[in-house]
C-alpha cells in the first residue's frame, strides 16, 4: 500500500517536473533570449554607454569674430569675392568652382587655439554648417572643401564663405543641457510632493475608515469597513504607468496628468500603510480615555493621533522618495518632468544630454532616498 | 453605593468570564478583588463602567442603571469613575500634562478639545494633580520618559481630573517593583481617606491585609468569598488560588 503511494509520489513528482520545464521553455522562447548578441553588439552598446557616462556638463562663454568671402558656383556665375592679403581673411586655393569640385580653404590671422566653424551661406540666406576645425597658436587653419551643388549662385548671387572663430572668454559655466535638467528635475521633484500631499491628504482621513479597531463596529462600521478596504485594493491594482496612460489620453500629456496619476495610485499605498499604522496602536490609552468619558473624536484625537504620527510622517516621506522614481518612469508616456525630458533626448539620439539627465536623476534618487531613512530614524 | 446584581459575561468566543456575581460597595470602601489570573477581575472592574457590556445582570449606582444607560448617559457616569490601569495606559508620546488633562475630557469643551486648547484653570488642575502625586517637576516631560512608578503615579493624577467619586484599579501594581507597590497604593489610600470609593484588584496578600476594608474573591469568574481581610488565612488564600499557590509577600523584596 504504502509502495504504491510513493509510486503515485513519484509519477506525480515527474509530471510536476515536467510541466515545469516546458513552461520554463515556453517563457525562453517567447522572451527571444540571446545572450550571445549582448557580446556581439558590444559596440552600438559601447557609445551609448560611452555618451551616458560622459553628460554634458559644462560650456565656456565664447566670442565669436566672422569673416566671409564669395565664392561663386559655377564660375562666371556671379563676381569672385575678393582674397584679402593682411588681416583676418580667407584663402581658398581656387576663387571660384564647379559643383563637386574640391579645394582647400586656408585662415589667416583669426583668433588663436579657437574652434572655426565653417559654413555655406547660401544665396537665399540659409545656413549649412560644413565642417569644424581648431585654429593654431598663430590663428591659421586649413580645411579641404567641395563646392557643394546646393551651394550655386542663384539669381546671380553667389553663396559665402563664412568662418566663426569661437574664442572661449570666462570660466566654465553649466551647459544648457543642466539648466534644462535642473528645470526638469524641478519639476518633478514638486510634481512628487504635490501628489503626496494630495494623496495624504485624502488617504489620511479614509484610512481610519479601513482600520478595523476604528471603524469595523456594528453592520454600518463593517461596511465601510470593506469598502474602504476593497477600494484601496482596487486603485492598488492599477500600475502608475497605466494610470498616468490613461490621464494622458484624458487631459493630454504634461506634468498634470502624471500629477494626478501619481495622487491616485498614492492614495491607495499610503491609505492601506496608514490604516494597518492605525491598526498596530496601544489599545490601553484609548480604553483610559474611553474610561475618562471621552466621546469617539476626542478619543481619537487624543489617544490615536499621538500614537500614529511618527509612522504618518515617515510613510509620506517614503512615498515621496517613491515619487519622485516613479514620476521619472510617468515621464517617459508624457507626464512631464525629468522622465519626458529624458526620453525626448534619447529619441532624439542626444546620448549626452540624456547622460545628464541620468546622473541628475541618479543623484536626487539617492539624495532622496539618504534623506528618507535619516528622517525615519530619527522618528522612530 | 455600587450595587452589582447577578453580572455575568460571557465573551464571543464563548469564554464565560463572569458567572452570576454580586456584592455592594458602600460609598468610602476600599474594595479589593483578588483572584487567579483569568478569574474575571478585569471583566468585573470594566463592566463598572462598561468599558465592558455585561451579558446579564445589573449594577447600579446610587439611582442610576449604568447598564441601561445610553452613550451621553454613559459618558456623564464615567466621568465620575477615574480607572487607574495594570499597564498605566498613557498616550507615550505625549506630554504628562496632556495625559493628565485628557482626564478631564469628560468634562472639557468638546470643540476646544479637540484643537488641544485648554483653559488655564484645567491646566492649574493638572499641575495640582501632578503635584499631590509628588511629579510636578515631569509635567512637560514625555509620558514614556518617565520610570513605571512615575507613570503610575501619572495615571492616578489623569483619575483625579475627574474628580472622582469612584476609582477603579485594575491591579495598579502588578507592572512595578514590589518595593514601589506601597507608593502606589498609599496614594490611593490617601484619596480613600478623602471620601473617593476605591475598587481594586490585586495580588500579593499583605497587600491586600493592609489596604483593603473589604474583600471579594473570584474563582473561575464566580465570588468565592466576600468578607473582610482579615478573615483571609493562608488556609483560605490557598483555597482561592489553588494548592500549587505560593504567597509571595511584597515586603520580603
Given at each position: ?207 481610519f475608515?479601513?482600520a478595523s479597531n476604528i471603524t469595523k463596529r456594528?453592520?454600518?462600521g ?55 499604522a492605525v491598526e498596530g496602536i496601544d489599545p490601553g490609552p484609548l480604553e483610559a480615555l474611553q474610561a475618562t468619558g471621552a466621546n469617539r473624536l476626542q478619543m481619537v484625537i487624543y489617544g490615536v493621533v499621538p500614537q500614529i504620527v ?71 | ?41 478585569s471583566?468585573?472592574l470594566r463592566c463598572i463602567n462598561r468599558l465592558i457590556d ?12 449604568v447598564?441601561?444607560a445610553?452613550a451621553a448617559e454613559l459618558r456623564n457616569i464615567r466621568r465620575n469613575i477615574g480607572m487607574v490601569f495594570q499597564q498605566f495606559n498613557l498616550v507615550k508620546r505625549s506630554s504628562v500634562l496632556t495625559n493628565v488633562l485628557s482626564g478631564r475630557l469628560g468634562y472639557a469643551n468638546p470643540w476646544l478639545s479637540l484643537l488641544g486648547i485648554w483653559?488655564?484653570?484645567e491646566k492649574?488642575r493638572a499641575?495640582?494633580a501632578l ?11 514625555r509620558a514614556d520618559?518617565l520610570?513605571?512608578?512615575?507613570q503610575q503615579r501619572v495615571g492616578i493624577a489623569r483619575a483625579l481630573m475627574q474628580e472622582p467619586?469612584i476609582i477603579l484599579a485594575d491591579?495598579p ?81
Amino acid at each position: 500500500m504504502e509502495n504504491r503511494l510513493s509510486t503515485g509520489k513519484i509519477i506525480r513528482n515527474t509530471l510536476l517536473a515536467a510541466l515545469i520545464i516546458l513552461a520554463l521553455g515556453i517563457s525562453w522562447n517567447v522572451t527571444g533570449v540571446d545572450f550571445p548578441r549582448l557580446i556581439r553588439d558590444l559596440p552600438k552598446g559601447r557609445n551609448i554607454v560611452l555618451a551616458f557616462l560622459t553628460p554634458d556638463l559644462t560650456t565656456r562663454e565664447t566670442t565669436t569674430t566672422t569673416v566671409s568671402l564669395a565664392f561663386p558656383i559655377p564660375c562666371g556665375s556671379a563676381p569672385e569675392g575678393e582674397v584679402l592679403t593682411s588681416g583676418p581673411r580667407l584663402v581658398p586655393s581656387v576663387t571660384c568652382a564647379e559643383p563637386k569640385t574640391k579645394f582647400t580653404l586656408e585662415g589667416f590671422d583669426l583668433a588663436p587655439n579657437s574652434e572655426i566653424v565653417i559654413r555655406w551661406k547660401l544665396p537665399d540666406e540659409r545656413i549649412m554648417t560644413a565642417i569644424r576645425v581648431q585654429s593654431d597658436e598663430k590663428g591659421y587653419f586649413t580645411a579641404n572643401m567641395e563646392a557643394r551643388p546646393i551651394a550655386a549662385t542663384a539669381n546671380n548671387i553667389s553663396s559665402r564663405l563664412e568662418v566663426d572663430a569661437l574664442t572661449p572668454v570666462g570660466g566654465l559655466k553649466p551647459s544648457e543641457a543642466v539648466q534644462d535638467v535642473l528645470a526638469a528635475m524641478f519639476v518633478t521633484i514638486f510634481m512628487a510632493l504635490l501628489s503626496t500631499t494630495l494623496a495624504t491628504i485624502v488617504a489620511a482621513p479614509l484610512s481610519f475608515l479601513a482600520a478595523s479597531n476604528i471603524t469595523k463596529r456594528g453592520p454600518l462600521g463593517t461596511l465601510v469597513y470593506y469598502f474602504t478596504r476593497s477600494i484601496f485594493n482596487l486603485l492598488r491594482s492599477y500600475d502608475p504607468l497605466v494610470m498616468a496612460t490613461v490621464f494622458g489620453f484624458w487631459l493630454s500629456f504634461g506634468a498634470f496628468p502624471g500629477f494626478l496619476a501619481l495622487s491616485v495610485v498614492t492614495v491607495a499605498s499610503l491609505g492601506k500603510l496608514f490604516s494597518e499604522a492605525v491598526e498596530g496602536i496601544d489599545p490601553g490609552p484609548l480604553e483610559a480615555l474611553q474610561a475618562t468619558g471621552a466621546n469617539r473624536l476626542q478619543m481619537v484625537i487624543y489617544g490615536v493621533v499621538p500614537q500614529i504620527v511618527p509612522d504618518f510622517i515617515s510613510f509620506i516621506i517614503y512615498h515621496w522618495d517613491i515619487n519622485v522614481r516613479i514620476s521619472t518612469i510617468i515621464g517617459f508616456v508624457g507626464g512631464g518632468g525629468i522622465g519626458y525630458y529624458l526620453s525626448e533626448r534619447i529619441n532624439g539620439f542626444e546620448y549626452s544630454k540624456a547622460g545628464t539627465a541620468i546622473w541628475a536623476i541618479v543623484l536626487v534618487v539617492m539624495a532622496m532616498d539618504f534623506l528618507s531613512a535619516e528622517v525615519r530614524k530619527r522618528l522612530s | 453605593m455600587l450595587r452589582i446584581q447577578h453580572v455575568s459575561k460571557t465573551y464571543p468566543n464563548g469564554t464565560q468570564a463572569l458567572k452570576d456575581v454580586s456584592f455592594d460597595v458602600a460609598d468610602g470602601e476600599f474594595m479589593v478583588v483578588i483572584g487567579l489570573s483569568g478569574s474575571g477581575k478585569s471583566t468585573l472592574l470594566r463592566c463598572i463602567n462598561r468599558l465592558i457590556d455585561p451579558s446579564e445582570g445589573k449594577i447600579y449606582w446610587n439611582d442610576t442603571d449604568v447598564t441601561s444607560a445610553n452613550a451621553a448617559e454613559l459618558r456623564n457616569i464615567r466621568r465620575n469613575i477615574g480607572m487607574v490601569f495594570q499597564q498605566f495606559n498613557l498616550v507615550k508620546r505625549s506630554s504628562v500634562l496632556t495625559n493628565v488633562l485628557s482626564g478631564r475630557l469628560g468634562y472639557a469643551n468638546p470643540w476646544l478639545s479637540l484643537l488641544g486648547i485648554w483653559p488655564q484653570e484645567e491646566k492649574d488642575r493638572a499641575l495640582k494633580a501632578l503635584a499631590r502625586v509628588g511629579i510636578a517637576e515631569k509635567a512637560f516631560s514625555r509620558a514614556d520618559a518617565l520610570s513605571g512608578g512615575q507613570q503610575q503615579r501619572v495615571g492616578i493624577a489623569r483619575a483625579l481630573m475627574q474628580e472622582p467619586k469612584i476609582i477603579l484599579a485594575d491591579e495598579p501594581v502588578a507592572s512595578l517593583d514590589p518595593v514601589l507597590s506601597h507608593s502606589i497604593l498609599q496614594y490611593l489610600e490617601v484619596l480613600n481617606k478623602e471620601g473617593i470609593t476605591v475598587i481594586c484588584s490585586l495580588h500579593f496578600l499583605d497587600l491586600v491585609h493592609r489596604y483593603a476594608t473589604r474583600v471579594v474573591a473570584l474563582k473561575d469568574g464566580m465570588k468565592v468569598f466576600e468578607g473582610s481581610a482579615k478573615e483571609i488565612d493562608r488556609a483560605k488564600f490557598k483555597e482561592i488560588y489553588g494548592e500549587e499557590a505560593q504567597e509571595v509577600r511584597a515586603a520580603s523584596f
